[in-house]
Antibody, heavy 121, light 107 residues
Framework: EVQLLESGGGFIQPGGSLRLSCAAS????????LSWVRQAPGKGLEWVSG????????YHADSVKGRFSISRDNSKNTLYLQMNSLRAEDTAIYYC??????????????WGQGTLVTVSS | EIVMTQSPATLSVSPGEGATLSCRAS??????LAWYQQKPGQAPRLLFY???TRATGFPARFSGSGSGTEFTLTISSLQSEDFAVYYC?????????FGQGTRLEIK
């Protein structure tokens, strides 16, 4: 059974940093690109960042480019999101998501339960 | 960037009736369109991919159609467990983009 378990969320002041983790199991982690998708309270879904299966290519939404960095450790089956210079508008539940096989990078068939990041003074 | 627009924002329907949700892309996404269902406090769940291929675990009362820029999610004979928020998403080109969602509520 595929499982994605996020951790690392919490309360942080504007300008601060936080690193999210996503521990994966139930599939061959190193074969899949992965993404982070966020959802602000009461709002819709926003794709944030993506990374190739080997970790040699990364992609970020314009809203986080230069502030967030996605990475992975295939030996630990873990995905990361380093978030710097956090802003109030980054407040959201952050989900890690695995793509559906055969549908490219960005059609997601498994999602974690999410971890809440709250940026506030 | 492709912009996804869903309508209506909220749809009130009685159990047992049918519902039709729409999604429009600002430019063609071919059939690279997904639908997700999200219930309160839960992560989204893939409902359709390829515009019309139903994902595992969803019954046949759900159907998806469309290609290019116009897409439709149809639910026949709504059950209590179907009331949720539905999102469309294009994965044809980068960056992937979601619609703002349609809330399907009990009338």
């Amino acid at each position: 059974e595929v499982q994605l378990l996020e951790s690392g969320g919490g309360f942080i002041q504007p300008g601060g940093s936080l690193r999210l983790s996503c521990a994966a199991s139930g599939f061959t982690f190193s074969n899949y690109p992965l993404s982070w998708v966020r959802q602000a309270p009461g709002k819709g879904l926003e794709w944030v960042s993506g990374i190739s299966a080997r970790g040699d290519n990364t992609y970020h939404a314009d809203s986080v480019k230069g502030r967030f960095s996605i990475s992975r450790d295939n030996s630990k089956n873990t995905l990361y999101l380093q978030m710097n210079s956090l802003r109030a508008e980054d407040t959201a539940i952050y989900y890690c998501a695995k793509p559906h096989l055969g549908s490219g990078y960005y059609c997601f068939d498994y999602w974690g339960q999410g971890t809440l990041v709250t940026v506030s003074s | 960037e492709i912009v996804m627009t869903q309508s209506p924002a909220t749809l009130s329907v009685s159990p047992g009736e049918g519902a039709t949700l729409s999604c429009r892309a600002s430019q063609s996404v071919s059939s690279n369109l997904a639908w997700y269902q999200q219930k309160p406090g839960q992560a989204p769940r893939l409902l359709f991919y390829g515009a019309s291929t139903r994902a595992t675990g969803f019954p046949a009362r759900f159907s998806g159609s469309g290609s290019g820029t116009e897409f439709t999610l149809t639910i026949s004979s709504l059950q209590s467990e179907d009331f949720a928020v539905y999102y469309c998403q294009q994965y044809s080109s980068w960056p992937p983009a979601f619609g703002q969602g349609t809330r399907l509520e009990i009338k």
